[in-house]
């Protein structure tokens, strides 16, 4: 079992930047690939960043590809998420996931793909 806790949303300007922080707890999370997901008001959920279990593979939304960069660090449970550059278009809570041990190194873009969640954090950017 993992619990997932987000921190460092806030509001900034356009411009701006942001690291998002998840805390896992948990025997498994440093075997766990990671998803950085983000919903804005009447909008589907929506992928946004994804990262291996160690690291060596990472995969970017087009959208945030160029201003956001995903990352973890196993030894402190935490997986980050650095957003530079940020645009209104940003504005949304913003969640990360954690998939069971998956063997063979990859990253995963679907939401159906990540078994634990956590509540998510807002992140509000004015114009």
């Known amino acids: 079992q993992v619990q997932l806790v987000e921190s460092g949303g806030g509001l900034v300007q356009a411009g701006d930047s942001l690291r998002l922080s998840c805390a896992a707890s948990?025997?498994?999370?440093?075997?766990?690939?990671v998803g950085w997901f983000r919903q804005a008001p009447g909008k589907e959920r929506e992928f946004v960043a994804a990262i291996s279990w160690g690291g060596g593979a990472r995969y970017y939304a087009d959208s945030v590809k160029g201003r956001f960069t995903v990352s973890r660090d196993n030894a402190k449970n935490t997986a980050y998420l650095q957003m530079n550059s940020l645009i209104p278009e940003d504005t949304a809570v913003y969640s990360c996931?954690?998939?069971?041990?998956?063997?063979?190194?990859?990253?995963?873009?679907?939401?159906?793909?990540?078994?634990?969640w956590g509540q998510g954090t807002q992140v509000t950017v004015s114009s």
């Open positions: 948990g025997r498994t999370f440093s075997s766990s690939p």
């Open positions: 996931a954690a998939r069971k041990y998956s063997p063979g190194g990859r990253y995963y873009t679907e939401r159906g793909d990540y078994d634990y």
